[in-house]
């Protein structure tokens, strides 16, 4: 059963912090390049992070660097995004997801997988 879920999101002023987590099942995990995305109200979906659960490798949006960390535990298969200095502009819904291999790009169709996603919502 393909299963990517993901908790952590809630509404927040702008400077506050969150932290996403995407649980994953087993073999979505292994080898596979995992990522969040966020699509806001009218916009297109897009990439925020990800990180290649095989080398921890990690590929980050230029909208995002600096302020978001996006880190692993193999132990429980979990993926995490820290989301700090958060503005009004991250409000979105953020979707966690999954593809074979190293995370060579942040594009929408190079993943396979995908959660139902977790509402942030920043106030200004």
């Known amino acids: 059963q393909v299963r990517l879920v993901e908790s952590g999101g809630g509404s927040v002023q702008a400077g506050g912090s969150l932290r996403l987590s995407c649980a994953a099942s087993?073999?979505?995990?292994?080898?596979?390049?995992i990522a969040w995305f966020r699509q806001a109200p009218g916009k297109e979906r897009e990439g925020v992070a990800a990180?290649?659960?095989?080398?921890?490798?990690?590929l980050y949006a230029d909208s995002v660097k600096d302020r978001f960390t996006i880190s692993q535990n193999n132990a429980n298969n979990m993926v995490y995004l820290q989301m700090n200095s958060l503005k009004p502009g991250d409000t979105a819904m953020y979707y966690c997801?999954?593809?074979?291999?190293?995370?060579?790009?942040?594009?929408?169709?190079?993943?396979?997988?995908w959660g139902q996603g977790t509402q942030v919502t920043v106030s200004s």
């Open positions: 997801s999954a593809r074979l291999g190293p995370c060579a790009t942040l594009r929408l169709y190079d993943y396979n997988y």
């Open positions: 087993g073999y979505l995990y292994i080898g596979r390049c």
């Open positions: 990180i290649y659960t095989g080398s921890m490798s990690t």
